[in-house]
Nanobody
Framework: QVHLVESGGGLVQPGSSLRLSCAAS????????MGWFRQAPGKEREFLGG????????VYADSVNGRFALSRDNAKNTVYLQLNSLKPEDTAVYYC?????????????????WGQGTRVTVSS
């Protein structure tokens, strides 16, 4: 059974950094592309970035490019999202998700399993 469990969220001040983790189980982690999304209150879920199966390449949404970074450790079945220079508008629930696509899709519809999310609140 596929499980994705995010962790690492919390309450931080503007300008801070956080590293979110997503631990995967129930499938061969190294064979799938992983993505990160977020959903702010009253807004639709948005794509943040995705990382290739081996971790050599990643793509990012324009809104976070340069501030957020994805990485993965296939030996630990974990994908990470490093959040830097956080702003109040980054407040949201952050989700990791799995896709069977070979490329890194940006559409929610291309991802078949999701974690429960971890909440990030950026406030002074």
């Amino acid at each position: 059974q596929v499980h994705l469990v995010e962790s690492g969220g919390g309450l931080v001040q503007p300008g801070s950094s956080l590293r979110l983790s997503c631990a995967a189980s129930g499938f061969t982690f190294s064979t799938v592309v992983m993505g990160w999304f977020r959903q702010a209150p009253g807004k639709e879920r948005e794509f943040l970035g995705g990382i290739s199966r081996g971790g050599a390449s990643a793509v990012y949404a324009d809104s976070v490019n340069g501030r957020f970074a994805l990485s993965r450790d296939n030996a630990k079945n974990t994908v990470y999202l490093q959040l830097n220079s956080l702003k109040p508008e980054d407040t949201a629930v952050y989700y990791c998700a799995r896709t069977r696509d070979v490329d890194i899709p940006r559409s929610i519809a291309n991802y078949d399993y999701w974690g429960q999310g971890t909440r990030v609140t950026v406030s002074s």
